[in-house]
Protein backbone atom coordinates (compact mmCIF):
# COMPACT_ATOMS: atom_id res chain seq x y z
CA UNK A 1 0.00 0.00 0.00
CA UNK A 2 2.90 2.79 0.90
CA UNK A 3 4.38 1.94 -2.59
CA UNK A 4 1.35 2.86 -4.56
CA UNK A 5 0.87 5.74 -2.69
CA UNK A 6 4.46 6.77 -3.12
CA UNK A 7 3.94 6.00 -7.07
CA UNK A 8 0.85 7.76 -7.41
CA UNK A 9 2.09 10.78 -5.45
CA UNK A 10 5.41 10.62 -8.11
CA UNK A 11 2.68 10.98 -11.01
CA UNK A 12 0.92 13.60 -9.36
CA UNK A 13 4.01 15.77 -9.33
CA UNK A 14 5.32 14.86 -12.41
CA UNK A 15 2.20 15.39 -14.55
CA UNK A 16 2.21 18.78 -12.31
CA UNK A 17 5.37 19.64 -13.01
CA UNK A 18 5.40 19.34 -16.59
CA UNK A 19 2.20 21.28 -17.07
CA UNK A 20 3.83 24.31 -15.00
CA UNK A 21 6.82 23.73 -17.04
CA UNK A 22 4.77 23.77 -20.30
CA UNK A 23 2.75 27.22 -18.82
CA UNK A 24 5.98 29.26 -18.02
CA UNK A 25 6.73 28.37 -21.46
CA UNK A 26 3.45 30.10 -22.98
CA UNK A 27 3.78 32.77 -20.37
CA UNK A 28 7.26 33.39 -21.11
CA UNK A 29 7.40 33.84 -24.83
CA UNK A 30 8.15 36.57 -26.98
CA UNK A 31 4.89 37.97 -28.10
CA UNK A 32 6.19 40.79 -30.40
CA UNK A 33 6.12 38.80 -33.89
CA UNK A 34 7.58 40.67 -37.39
CA UNK A 35 8.50 39.56 -40.58
CA UNK A 36 12.14 38.98 -39.95
CA UNK A 37 11.60 36.73 -36.99
CA UNK A 38 9.33 34.38 -38.86
CA UNK A 39 11.55 33.89 -41.51
CA UNK A 40 13.80 30.69 -41.77
CA UNK A 41 17.17 32.48 -41.06
CA UNK A 42 17.40 35.11 -38.39
CA UNK A 43 20.81 36.59 -39.02
CA UNK A 44 19.56 39.01 -41.28
CA UNK A 45 20.04 37.27 -44.77
CA UNK A 46 17.27 36.13 -47.03
CA UNK A 47 17.28 32.29 -47.67
CA UNK A 48 18.06 31.44 -51.15
CA UNK A 49 17.25 27.87 -51.37
CA UNK A 50 14.91 25.18 -49.61
CA UNK A 51 16.23 24.36 -46.44
CA UNK A 52 15.11 20.54 -47.03
CA UNK A 53 18.53 19.22 -48.66
CA UNK A 54 18.31 15.66 -50.37
CA UNK A 55 20.50 13.46 -48.46
CA UNK A 56 22.36 10.17 -50.74
CA UNK A 57 21.18 6.89 -48.95
CA UNK A 58 24.95 6.21 -47.95
CA UNK A 59 25.29 8.61 -45.05
CA UNK A 60 22.15 6.63 -43.46
CA UNK A 61 24.14 3.52 -44.09
CA UNK A 62 26.59 4.85 -42.13
CA UNK A 63 24.69 6.50 -39.22
CA UNK A 64 22.86 2.53 -39.07
CA UNK A 65 26.52 1.43 -38.70
CA UNK A 66 27.75 3.20 -36.24
CA UNK A 67 25.11 3.15 -34.28
CA UNK A 68 25.32 -0.89 -34.53
CA UNK A 69 28.63 -1.07 -32.61
CA UNK A 70 28.47 2.07 -30.28
CA UNK A 71 25.10 -0.16 -28.85
CA UNK A 72 27.89 -3.30 -29.50
CA UNK A 73 29.78 -1.50 -27.59
CA UNK A 74 27.64 -0.21 -24.35
CA UNK A 75 26.97 -4.27 -24.41
CA UNK A 76 30.36 -5.51 -23.91
CA UNK A 77 31.61 -2.74 -21.28
CA UNK A 78 29.36 -3.96 -18.46
CA UNK A 79 31.25 -7.67 -19.23
CA UNK A 80 34.67 -6.32 -19.34
CA UNK A 81 34.18 -4.21 -16.32
CA UNK A 82 33.11 -7.82 -14.47
CA UNK A 83 34.81 -10.64 -16.30
CA UNK A 84 36.58 -12.32 -13.75
CA UNK A 85 33.36 -12.63 -11.61
CA UNK A 86 31.91 -14.14 -14.19
CA UNK A 87 32.28 -18.20 -15.97
CA UNK A 88 33.67 -19.68 -19.30
CA UNK A 89 29.78 -19.40 -20.56
CA UNK A 90 29.60 -15.69 -20.46
CA UNK A 91 33.19 -15.78 -22.09
CA UNK A 92 31.63 -17.74 -24.72
CA UNK A 93 28.35 -15.87 -25.06
CA UNK A 94 30.30 -12.71 -25.16
CA UNK A 95 32.71 -14.15 -27.85
CA UNK A 96 29.56 -15.20 -30.09
CA UNK A 97 28.17 -11.46 -30.09
CA UNK A 98 31.01 -10.12 -31.32
CA UNK A 99 31.64 -12.78 -33.90
CA UNK A 100 28.04 -12.09 -35.11
CA UNK A 101 28.51 -8.64 -35.23
CA UNK A 102 32.27 -9.06 -37.57
CA UNK A 103 30.05 -10.68 -39.48
CA UNK A 104 27.66 -8.19 -40.02
CA UNK A 105 30.51 -6.17 -40.78
CA UNK A 106 31.95 -8.77 -43.17
CA UNK A 107 28.92 -8.55 -45.22
CA UNK A 108 28.35 -4.59 -45.11
CA UNK A 109 32.17 -4.62 -46.83
CA UNK A 110 31.07 -7.20 -49.20
CA UNK A 111 28.25 -5.18 -50.40
CA UNK A 112 30.09 -2.14 -50.88
CA UNK A 113 28.72 -0.11 -48.70
CA UNK A 114 31.43 1.24 -46.63
CA UNK A 115 32.55 3.48 -50.43
CA UNK A 116 32.35 7.44 -50.31
CA UNK A 117 32.80 7.11 -54.40
Known sequence: MKELICISVF???ST???????AAGFICE?????DTKTTTYE???????????KF????????????????????????????????????????IFAGLLLIGLFFVIKKKMLRWI
Not at 63 to 91: H, K, N, Q, R
Request: charged share 20%.
Open 11 to 13: IVI
Open 16 to 22: LLAIAMI
Open 30 to 34: YRKKS
Open 43 to 53: CGLEPFNDARI
Open 56 to 95: DVKYFNYAILFLIFDIETIFLYPFAVCMDSLGLFAVIEAF
